[in-house]
Every structure is written in structure tokens, then in C-alpha cells.
């Protein structure tokens, strides 16, 4: 406080305290054609409102239950704010949150971001947020606001970090809840397009220890930087997904994330089912298994670390499952069988003969729910 004998204070400015008005004023503008290309029926406003309306009914719904989620892209992003990378994170917080509603068989309408960082950097932002919107459009959702928040002093140069929410709607009575879900469905996944979001933290653990050349050729793909196959994005599979839930063919989805194989399945079944995965059904991706070597990973640390090349998991009955194959292969996704619910304890089991996942014998990782 100052004194009576000491001047008076000079006029401060927000600016002064690190954060620029006129820089998120301009964010704003410049994203403004980035959220429209991302409108659909029910969402046509303009952004810079204090909310963002959303009308079921022109998006074409009698009775609909809301289903909402959100989420972020984890350490991922620090390989992203490291390598330049900030021009598909934000794919992958879309894929989070909308690959999380198509499993309660909820098609995506809205989504709305919140973007921190210490001080606003001239176009990262934008690429980021332009990431988003893209993501949006892949998945069918319109981007009807968000929060870019400048705190000076919460992050270290360069740093953000980025979240999500989504707001997804089903007919009342179509949701998808695995109660349908019992010994003898088929269990189908669908292959990942790589890490996805989940695991980072060991993948850069490793990444510093084995003093990885991050833009050298990868050594499972020569034909690409080893940085560019981990930023890949999160696959996002609402489009292909959405016409075969909404034609009763699939009882159950598993989106498989952090918690890997074996805790995801299990949070869509019922008591009583146990889901068996033969992981001899699919070969390990080149980039998985390279992460296997490098940490000499146990397979079971594996099957509840990473997705293992398996983004979604499908339950489905036996006399159905041919018929989902092809739609879904039809929709460009690869699909393959990987197993069974069988009776036993809510959980999940993943076996592998011997040669598979890195192992010269035979194994077994299991998890009860």
C-alpha cells in the first residue's frame, strides 16, 4: 500500500498483467469462419454470444434423451506444443467426447472447447481451435462456442491445454446400456488409427529414456517422421458407426481408451457376461509393438495401457455379426472378429497364443469389473 508522501500509482492496464483484449478479440474473429463451416440442422447461430442455443427438434427428434461427456487429449498435447503439432489435437478432444456418445448410441449435435493458456500465441490458437472444428465436422457436431482463457502466471512459455464437452442426443428407447449383452454375442473391433489420446505419459517416458529421434523415419514406417505416427489422430467413428446402431444391429460399444482393452469392455456389460479376446485375431500394429520393445512391456500391461490397434469394440449377435462386417467395411472401417462374451464374472479377459504381443510362450491378462 502505498504511502501518503509516496506518488500516485500509474494508470495499470490488463495488458500490463499479461493478458491482451484485443488478442482474444481477434481470435474470435478469425475463427469465425472455422465455426461456421462446422453448423447442421438445430445450430446456425453466431458465435460471441454468452451461450450457444441448439434446437432438437429442427435437428430432426420427437423425444429425445440428451447424452453429454467431456473430456481432453491428455499429455498428448505436450508432444504436440514440443514438436508443432497443434494442427490435429484438436481432432483428437473431438474424437474423445463424440467416440464416447455413439457408444450410448447418441449422435453428436453440439460441442464447445476451452482452450488455457498463459499468453495468447500468434496463430497457435487458431490451428488448434481450427483442429477442433475440423473434428466437429468429421463427426457430424456443430462448434457453437467455447472459452479461451489467457492467465498469465498458471502456464509455463508456450504451454495450453485444452478440454471438451459434447452434447449428443438418441430417441428415448434406442440408447444403447449392454443390458441386451449376454453369453454368445461377438465381440468385432475396429481398428485404431494409433495411440489415440491415451497412454502419452508412458510413450513419453519412453521416448526421453530411449532418447527417440522424433523426426527420424520411424522404424516400423520408414515412409514417415516416428512424431508424425504418434500425433496421429484419435479415429473418430461416428459417420460409420451411427446408421448401423440406429438399425438395432449392435447391443453394445466399448470405446476404448485409457484403461486399455480389458477395463473399457467391461463397463458395457452386464453381471454375469465376461468378454473373451483372442489377441491372435488381429496383428499388433508396427507402432505398437515398437512401444512394446522399447519398454519391454508385459502383453497384460499392454491390453490396459493401450488400445493395441483396437479403437471400438462391438457386441453383437452371432446371426448379425456378418451383416455389421459389411456395412461397417463399406463405411471404410477394417473390422475383425476378436472374440466372445462368455458366461463368468462382469470382466474381461485377453489371451494370447505363443509369438503374440512380443511373447515367446502363451498368455493371459484378465480384469473383473
Known amino acids: 500500500m502505498a504511502s501518503n508522501n509516496s506518488p500516485p500509482p500509474k494508470g495499470y492496464t490488463y495488458e500490463q498483467a499479461g493478458v491482451s483484449i484485443d488478442a482474444g478479440n ?3 474473429k478469425a475463427i469465425g469462419p472455422l465455426v461456421k463451416a462446422t453448423r447442421r440442422p438445430g445450430a446456425d447461430g ?5 451461450g450457444g442455443f441448439f434446437d432438437p427438434k429442427a435437428a430432426g427428434y420427437s423425444d429425445p434423451l440428451l447424452v453429454a461427456g467431456n473430456d481432453g487429449v491428455g499429455t498428448k498435447l505436450k508432444l504436440a506444443i514440443d514438436h508443432d503439432g497443434h494442427d490435429t489435437v484438436g481432432i483428437d478432444l473431438v474424437a474423445m467426447c463424440v467416440n464416447d456418445l455413439i457408444v450410448q448410441g447418441a449422435e453428436p449435435l453440439f460441442f464447445l472447447d476451452y482452450f488455457a493458456t498463459g499468453k495468447l500465441e500468434s496463430g497457435i490458437a487458431e490451428r488448434v481451435i481450427g483442429g477442433i472444428a475440423e473434428g466437429c465436422k468429421m ?5 457453437i462456442g467455447g472459452e479461451t482463457a489467457e492467465m498469465p502466471g498458471m502456464y509455463a512459455a508456450g504451454d495450453y491445454d485444452l478440454a471438451g464437452f459434447c452434447v ?62 504418434l500425433m496421429e489422430p484419435t479415429r473418430i467413428y461416428v459417420r460409420s458407426l451411427l ?68 479403437g471400438m469394440v462391438l457386441a453383437v449377435l452371432p446371426e448379425l455379426a456378418g451383416e455389421v462386417v459389411a456395412e461397417l467395411e463399406a463405411a471404410g472401417e477394417d473390422v475383425v472378429h476378436i472374440g466372445q462374451v462368455a458366461d463368468g464374472p462382469r470382466g474381461c479377459t485377453v489371451r494370447g497364443p505363443a509369438g503374440t504381443w512380443g511373447s515367446a510362450e502363451a498368455w493371459e491378462a484378465s480384469h473383473t469389473a
Open 139 to 143: 463427426a457430424g457436431c456443430a462448434l
Open 243 to 310: 446408421p448401423t446402431v440406429r438399425g438395432g444391429k449392435v447391443d453394445a460399444l466399448a470405446h476404448i481408451t485409457g484403461g486399455g482393452l480389458l477395463e473399457n469392455i467391461p463397463r458395457v456389460l452386464p453381471q454375469g457376461a465376461h468378454a473373451v479376446i483372442d489377441a491372435g485375431a488381429w496383428e499388433q500394429p508396427g507402432l505398437m509393438a515398437f512401444l512394446q520393445r522399447q519398454g519391454s512391456i508385459a502383453p497384460g500391461e499392454m491390453a490396459r495401457t493401450f488400445n493395441c490397434g483396437i
Open 46 to 50: 453466431e458465435i460471441g454470444g454468452f
Open 26 to 28: 481477434a481470435l474470435v
Open 168 to 229: 449428443g442426443a438418441v430417441e428415448r428407447g434406442e440408447q444403447l446400456t449392454g443390458e441386451r449383452v449376454a453369453p454368445g454375442h461377438v465381440l468385432l473391433g475396429l481398428a485404431s488409427s494409433g495411440v489415440h489420446s491415451n497412454g502419452f505419459s508412458l510413450v513419453r517416458r519412453l521416448a526421453e529414456d530411449m532418447e527417440w529421434q522424433m523426426d527420424a523415419p520411424a522404424p516400423f514406417d520408414a515412409a514417415r517422421p516416428l512424431i508424425d505416427t
